[in-house]
């Protein structure tokens, strides 16, 4: 049992790693086969938040992290 433990600390340890962050997606793009509004993929660094609205939602949601 120590032996799986082990293991899967060392799994779990040796397949992380930090990297910037990343969004992958900004604004409509168009609809799913559901009729659902799909978002337009972004592989780029983080946009600036800007709209007000969002700023107090994330605000109010993570308060934390809002600076």
Partial sequence: ???????????VLTST?????????YGPCGENSLGKITNCY??????LLTDESALKTLETSCGMIYN
């Fill in 42 to 47: 972004y592989n780029g660094t983080a946009q």
């Fill in 17 to 25: 790693k930090a990297e910037d962050g990343h969004c992958i997606w």
């Fill in 1 to 11: 049992m120590l032996k799986l433990f082990a293991f899967i600390v060392y799994v």
